[in-house]
Each structure stands twice: as C-alpha cells, then as structure tokens.
C-alpha cells in the first residue's frame, strides 16, 4: 500500500456525461500527478498540482480540469465524456522538496468506462 | 522538453535467466531515474531508483546502472522468477523541474 488512495475504484458511465475522480496524497505530501492510463498503453501524463497550485500541463484536454484542495486532495473533472476516454486514471504524490529528486507514489487508480 | 526512450517492448526469459531493459533519455539535466513494475490492472510500484551522483545500485536480485556520459540507465533482474513477469517502465526527471517522463514500458515474460 502506497498510502495514495483514489475513489472511486470503478466508474461505468455514459458518453457525453461528467464525472469527478478523487486522490488523497500520502500524509506529508504536497504535490500530486494525474497520468491516464489506455489499454496496453504507457503513463500519460496529465497535470501536476503543488500545494494547491497548477504546477505542470501536460496532454491534458481541454474537457478534462483538476484542482488541489486546502487538505491537499485533489480531484480530475473529465466531461463530455468520450469512448476514448475510458481508461486507467492514476493519482501520484510526492513530497516535492527542493533536491528534484522526491520518489512519487501511486494510487491504486480509477478504471473508467465510458459506454 | 525531456524524451525518454525504453527498449525492447517486449522481452521473454527461462525462468532463473537473466533480463536486462534498457532507456536511453535526453536531457542531460536530469538527475533522477525510478523504475516502476506494473502488473496487470494494478497500480505502478516503484522497485528501484538512482540518482545522477551513483553509477549503480542494487536491491537483491534487482540492480540499476547509469551511464551519464551516455545518457542511458538499465534496470538488471537476475534469476528471473514467473512472479517477474509484468510491465516495466523507466523514467527521468531533472532537479527543480515537475514532470516525470516515463518510458513507453517494457513488457517481460517469464517462462516456468
């Protein structure tokens, strides 16, 4: 157990509809990664939020957004949901100190389907 | 930006043989490599890292190499067991920057 958590597990839901994704970060970590995950595909990664600040974009589409909370969780909002998006969703944390170099964890992840 | 690039794709071994599974990265600025297994629908475990001042590291049957002249890093698994067998992926990361970049993964298959 890594000390991520990620809720839900799973998630089936329809096109065209919104859904939230939860990540709590282990204790004592402020930065927190969200990567997708397709089918027999490599991480992609998404953004990257630091004690409540974006810090990092990558492939994220514009339908999807993310915030970190005051409690450091944070949430990934995926609307007007395509079959394409169906996939793993990983939450990853770190302490993010100043040497580059923090180990990041993962979340046990969210399996989304979208029928 | 950073690109990190993981070979072979796939990699089939004899159960107690060796396997070896190579990145190659391009950004000479990075200074943190983890290696992360994967096995099916499960989350990705970290199972060795190396930093930029260590040439090697080794956990038990597990070593990591870096080469910084030559931009590239090797995760080495010795006695191969069929518990083994999962996805593997490199990264890199440089100091004072955020993203990590992963390899495309490193499927390994270990025959009982």
């Known amino acids: 157990d890594s000390g991520v958590t990620q809720t839900p597990k799973h998630l089936i839901t329809a096109t065209g509809q919104r859904v939230t994704l939860r990540c709590s970060p282990r204790?004592?970590?402020?930065?927190v990664y969200w990567y997708q995950q397709s089918l027999d595909q490599g991480l992609q990664f998404l953004i990257q939020y630091y004690n409540g600040e974006e810090r990092a974009k990558g492939n994220i589409l514009e339908r999807f957004s993310a915030q970190q909370f005051p409690d450091l969780h944070s949430e990934l909002n995926l609307s007007s949901l395509e079959l394409g998006d169906s996939a793993l969703y990983f939450c990853?944390?770190?302490?993010?100190?100043?040497?580059?170099?923090?180990?990041?964890?993962f979340g046990p992840g969210t399996r989304l389907t979208v029928l | 930006g950073e690109n990190v690039e993981q070979h072979p794709s796939t990699l089939s071994v004899q159960e107690g043989d060796s396997a070896v599974i190579k990145c190659t990265y391009s950004d000479s600025a990075s200074n943190y490599f983890p290696w992360y297994k994967q096995e099916l629908g499960k989350r990705p475990q970290l199972i060795i890292d190396?930093?930029?001042?260590?040439g090697e590291k080794k956990d038990q049957r597990i070593a990591v190499t870096l080469n910084k002249t030559a931009k590239h890093f090797s995760l080495h698994i010795t006695e191969t067991q069929p518990e083994d067998s999962a996805v593997y992926f490199c990264a890199a990361r440089k100091y004072n920057f955020n993203k990590f970049y992963f390899g495309s993964g490193t499927k390994l298959n270990v025959k009982p």
């Open positions: 990853a944390s770190s302490v993010e100190g100043t040497s580059g170099t923090d180990t990041q964890y």
């Open positions: 190396i930093r930029s001042n260590v």
């Open positions: 204790s004592g970590d402020l930065s």
